[in-house]
Nanobody
Framework: QVQLVESGGGLVQAGDSLRLSCAASGRTFSSYAMGWFRQAPGKEREFVAAISRSGYSTYYADSVNGRFSISRDNARNTLYLQMNSLKPEDTAVYLC??????????????????WGQGTQVTVSS
């Protein structure tokens, strides 16, 4: 199983940018499709972005499409989420996750078997 540790969260103002990182250890990072999810207080965990094993294919939630960018560096065993034009509604705990699914498009929470602890992102208005 792969172990995941997120970093890079913080308190920012609306319109600012942040880059989250997710360091992976254990099994070969490149054998997993990866994703970012977020969970706000009192709300269900929701999909943010996902990336294929090679990094060639990426998928985004409508709410972040055009503002967020997911990427990965398989040589460094690290997943990234660049977040631009942040809004107060982006406030949440952001979690990275790994999937062994062989589906071409992996975006559902249930398809991810390994999760990090999360990093808090707070956007003030």
């Amino acid at each position: 199983q792969v172990q995941l540790v997120e970093s890079g969260g913080g308190l920012v103002q609306a319109g600012d940018s942040l880059r989250l990182s997710c360091a992976a250890s254990g099994r070969t990072f490149s054998s997993y499709a990866m994703g970012w999810f977020r969970q706000a207080p009192g709300k269900e965990r929701e999909f943010v972005a996902a990336i294929s094993r090679s990094g060639y294919s990426t998928y985004y939630a409508d709410s972040v499409n055009g503002r967020f960018s997911i990427s990965r560096d398989n040589a460094r065993n690290t997943l990234y989420l660049q977040m631009n034009s942040l809004k107060p509604e982006d406030t949440a705990v952001y979690l990275c996750a790994a999937s062994e699914s062989l589906q071409r498009k992996v975006v559902r929470t249930t398809e991810f078997g390994s999760w990090g602890q999360g990093t808090q992102v707070t956007v003030s208005s």
